[in-house]
């Protein structure tokens, strides 16, 4: 049995890790810090919980000095976890960071959109969580940086056709929408319901975080430097990311070789599903489940493709890609635990 400890684990990707982990046959979870509920019983909390972690009980946040289990998943924001990882990894836990604090390889380009960064020595060692395309790494890994939501979903979507060489540098245009569980638990104006119902707009245009996250993955891909245009959106539904990505293409392709491309490149990925030809994703169809479902298309009129992805942002756009991350780190089946059928009606 691998025992686990959640540090952050009052928030929604610390209680979505406790909801996928509670059906995990090889995991038990013997801790979990929280400020707010320190010496509260999980499933006091959260009734939703019960018959599930009994006698599981919130401890203060200075626990994480002093853990018993051998990996740690780290749900802090950005800034308080490079505050405690380094902590947890000189006392020889793994640990999946569910923040952005070691996803960015580039200390400066981290500080440039972030702030100051007090553990630079390890950005390099750190390895980007996305399963399909670091497994490798992910498995010798002691420190894996889970990552972000919309990067999952627009690094998925784009990483086939930038990869052969097929899309124009420059010309990426990334459209997303978010589920408001995507600004985390704590109280905020800008996603309470009564702001949130019944609207649907973009926010932070040409200044979201994950801008540089998702072009460092795309710069690998492309062996060159790759900037991208991106757009989030803010929708009145608690949780799911739909990206709509459009980039030139270097070469006249059908939307049925795009397909095939896809199709070729995502062979055997149990949590990517390239849909039909002339199919499209839906949040629906990916709902409470690790799935990033990518649908394409290929205009022949403008000359640019068109590609689609859905996840559930909590899942693998977090807590679902984590589970997964330690699957492959701690030797597990990568699928155990997270083969539901998603949520759709
Ligand atoms: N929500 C998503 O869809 C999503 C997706 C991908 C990645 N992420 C990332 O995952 C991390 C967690 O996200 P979340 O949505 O679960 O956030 P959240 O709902 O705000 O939860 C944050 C957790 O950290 C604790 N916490 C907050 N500030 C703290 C501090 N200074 N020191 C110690 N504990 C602190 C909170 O509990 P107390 O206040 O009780 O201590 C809570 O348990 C973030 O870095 C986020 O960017 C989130």
Known sequence: MLIVAIVGGSGYTGLELLRILAAHPGVKVVEITSRQYKEKAVASVFP???????GLIFSGPEKFKNLKAGLVFCALPHGASQEVVPVLLESGKKVIDLSADFRIKDADIYE???????????????????????????????LVANPGCYPTGAILALYPLVKAGLVKPDSIVIDSKSGTSGAGRQASVETSFVEVAGAFKAYKIGSHRHTPEIEQMLTIAAKEKMSVA????????????????????????????????YAKFYKGEFFVRIMDEG?????????????????VYADPKTKRVIIISAIDNLVKGASGQAVQNMNI??????????????MAY
């Open 112 to 142: 440039e959109w972030y702030e100051e960064h007090t553990a630079k020595n390890l950005l390099k060692k750190a390895v980007y969580g996305l399963p399909e395309l670091s497994r490798v790494a992910i498995k010798k890994a002691k």
């Open 329 to 342: 780190m701690a030797g597990f089946e990568e699928t155990t635990g997270l083969k539901n059928v998603p």
């Open 230 to 261: 991106f757009t989030p959106h803010l929708l009145p539904v608690s949780r799911g990311i739909l990206t709509t990505a459009y980039a030139s293409l270097t070469k006249a392709m059908s939307a049925h070789d795009v397909h095939a491309l």
């Open 48 to 54: 939703h919980l019960k018959g599930f972690y009994d």
């Open 279 to 295: 199919r499209f994703p839906d949040i629906a169809g990916v709902r409470g489940s690790n799935f990033c479902d990518i649908g």
